[in-house]
């Protein structure tokens, strides 16, 4: 079990010192996927930022490639949150994760009281109930993120996982990384399907930046609505 610190950056900063109360925009931590950085992140943090957010933090998991389990990188996101909101003053701040950060993200939540706060998680392509890519390493990540693991079924049971935060999910049904697609699913969160065609394009669609953003700044959950169906082409 590893104790590697997770690193935060100063990808979108602001020299002010509270949350944005007039407009509802909390600060907002973002965390990445298996195999990935902060890099990854850029252009959903860049988006937030021209959206008027001010400030974005990327919280960068170290290990990141599953060679440590869930819950020790969920330390990780619960030192940076603690950090976070210390840094601004705000008393709950907003998480938007991607791929096995969510599960990570999730974890913080449902563990590790970061549902005490966080107002709004944003869970982007997450296997909430496994992937059967997990299969293909053998590390303790990839253990905790196979359907029927130890760590997922303990999850499930939880009877009120995550509290008064309200939840909002993205995922893709064309996704490859994340078997079978709708693992990506949570119960009672608010959601929308967006077919991407891979999983990393998750983070550069168009689609998928807008609804962050949405489910960020609309004042109640149920007006987060699933995006209309395209007609077919006759």
Known sequence: MTSASARISDTVSSTATAPDAASGQLPVLLVHGIDDDARSLAPLADGLARAGFRDVRIVELKPNNGAAPISVLADQVAEAAGS??????????DVVAFSMGAL??????????GRSHVRRFVSISGPHAGTLTGWLRFNPGARDMR???????????????????????????LDLMI?????????NARERTIPVILHPLMLRDKRVLRSVEEALTVERPEDFLPLPVAPHPR
Do not use: N
């Not at 996982?161 to 309200?166: E, H, I, K, L």
């Open 84 to 93: 976070l909101r210390a840094r601004t003053g705000s008393a709950r701040i």
């Open 104 to 113: 990570v993200s999730r974890y913080y939540l449902q563990r590790l009281e």
């Open 179 to 187: 078997l079978p697609a709708h693992s990506s699913q949570l119960v």
């Open 147 to 173: 359907p029927g693991s130890e760590l997922l079924r303990g999850l499930a049971a939880d009877e009120a996982p995550f509290g008064d935060v309200q939840v909002f999910t993205l995922w893709t049904p």
